[in-house]
């Protein structure tokens, strides 16, 4: 999922009103969000500051500002229009979009030597993947049905045989899991 991160600064005084507008969002403003594409939105406060720093995450590589902002879907909701306006003329007079300078998921598998498994953000650039895993790969030998990469052990990599008890897995009998009748 992308992610965007965002910054601003809460007008003096303002931080607490803040705070309890976001403590008790409308739903009207939560379901509006989702619409648009919100997958997950979360603020935090740099300590001793009225900065506050807003990451959000998509469902999919969307134009949050075609799908939030003025003309925008989700602001022709009245609660959402007037949601976002008190927001930005009472507390903090909008959000600026912040650029990723690192990634873990990029700059580390690059220092290790690790291909990349999919892009991320809005770099859509070819990368190269690892190969596909075999996995579930069956065979048949001899009228048996063997899995080369199966996740069972042992010499045929079959799947492991129940004690034949009638019963699935291994319980003694008049254990808790048989059922009795009469």
Not at 59 to 71: S, V
Request: glycine residues 10%.
């Amino acid at each position: 999922m992308p992610k965007k991160v965002f910054y601003t600064n809460v007008l003096e005084g303002k931080m607490e009103g803040y705070r309890r507008f976001h403590d008790n969002i409308w739903p009207e403003v939560a379901a509006g969000l989702r619409a648009a594409g919100v997958t997950q939105l979360q603020i935090y406060n740099l300590p001793g500051t009225n900065t506050l720093c807003m990451t959000i995450e998509t469902a999919g590589n969307i134009d949050l500002g075609k799908a939030t902002g003025p003309g925008s879907r989700y602001r022709l909701d009245p609660r959402c229009k007037e949601w976002e306006e008190m927001m930005d003329s009472d507390f903090h007079g909008g959000w600026t979009e912040m650029q990723e300078i690192h990634s873990s998921t990029k700059q580390w598998n690059t220092s290790l030597g690790l291909p990349m498994l999919a892009p991320t953000g809005d770099d859509f650039e070819e990368r190269p993947t690892s190969p596909p895993s075999r996995i579930n790969v069956s065979t048949i030998h001899q009228g048996t049905m063997r899995n080369e990469n199966a996740r069972y052990e042992g010499a045929v990599n079959e799947r492991p045989q129940s004690p034949r008890t009638g019963r699935r897995g291994y319980h003694p009998p008049g254990s808790h899991s048989q059922i009795k009748f009469g």
